[in-house]
């Protein structure tokens, strides 16, 4: 079963499996108690303004005097080639969000299947309880609609992966007022666009991480696939990928069509023989 996935870095009570109070929440005790499919539900309101006095829509908050109004999105992007801190930055901006008493969950492409299938795992092992989707129109359906109008950001790992990124965005950000964290490569291993980049046109920050060049330890903007493998999607980490600066990135191909071409004689000349 699913668990934790939408959490806070606080110690909740579990009343029941589910049913979960947020000791910290400080609104009326209307907010206190959130019935849920998931377990470590939790909830608790960070004070935000009203943007409107009183009109209810559908997916609207409500202020300390019992006033409806709807949040403002946001949608916030975080890229950079693979090992350069995205999940880290992601899973540390979600936690502090959760620290500041918002009602969080994060999502991950369930293609991710490298370090654990429901949660999100840096590099450096830290982790974080996630959805893993396929689609993230799913996400809605999954969560459950009372758990997300209560929720207010929505963290995306492994963004590149999700076709439906820019209309979940997009619907989740200036309809239902959340906040967008994703994360996720803007560019595949021959530095073209890998989906990301879709979502720059609506998002409010963008992050541009960058990791260190394996080979001379500058910084590194590019990722570098070592093998000779084509498809796109190519789901791996540090025995097929690593992090390059631009002149190791153009040596790295170079070297690798060289390679390439050497094969592919020895290949025919054996086979002529
Ligand atoms: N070649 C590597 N293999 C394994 N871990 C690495 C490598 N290069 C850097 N790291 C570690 O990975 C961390 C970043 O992990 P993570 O946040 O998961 O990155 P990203 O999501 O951008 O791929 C770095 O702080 C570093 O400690
Ligand atoms: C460059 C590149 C990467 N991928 C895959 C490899 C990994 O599974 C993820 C990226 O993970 P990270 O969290 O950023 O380390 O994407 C791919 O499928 N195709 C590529 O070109």
């Known amino acids: ?18 049913l979960v109070f947020n000791p910290y929440n400080s609104l009326s005790s209307v907010y206190n108690f959130v019935s849920v499919k998931n377990p470590n539900f939790l ?13 209810c829509c559908y997916s609207s908050s409500t202020d300390v005097k019992g006033r409806c109004y709807q949040p403002e999105g946001e949608v916030h992007v975080i890229v950079g080639p693979m090992f350069a801190g995205k999940t880290t930055t992601l899973l ?90 994703v994360a996720g490569l803007d560019g595949d291993y021959l530095r073209r666009s890998f989906g990301v980049l879709d979502i720059i046109p609506i998002a409010d920050s963008i992050t541009k991480l960058k990791a260190k060049c394996e080979l001379c330890g500058k910084p590194a903007s590019f990722t570098l696939r070592k093998t000779d493998e084509t498809e796109r999607e190519l789901v791996a980490g540090a025995d097929v990928y690593m992090p390059v600066c631009r002149h190791h990135y153009a040596s790295g191909q170079v070297v690798k069509e060289a390679a390439r071409t050497v094969l592919q004689t020895h290949t025919a000349q054996c086979g002529s023989l």
Not at 1 to 17: A, G, H, Q, V
Not at 43 to 55: D, H, K, N
Not at 144 to 166: C, M, N, R, S
């Open 1 to 18: 079963m699913m668990k934790s996935l939408i959490f806070s870095t606080r110690s909740p009570s579990i009343l029941s499996p589910n």
């Open 92 to 181: 540390r901006r979600i936690k502090s969000e959760s620290s500041n008493g918002r009602n969080v969950a994060v999502i991950k492409s369930s293609k991710d299947t490298r370090y654990a299938l429901d949660s999100i795992v840096t590099h450096d092992g830290e982790k974080l309880p996630c959805w893993p989707l396929t689609a993230l129109s799913s996400f809605k359906e999954r969560i459950g609609l009372e758990a997300y109008h209560k929720l207010e950001v929505i963290g995306i790992d492994e963004a590149q992966f999700f076709e439906d990124l820019y209309d979940f965005c997009i619907k989740a950000a200036d309809h239902d007022g959340k906040t967008v964290i």
């Open 43 to 55: 909830r608790g309101l960070r004070s935000r303004r009203p943007s409107a006095s009183s009109f």
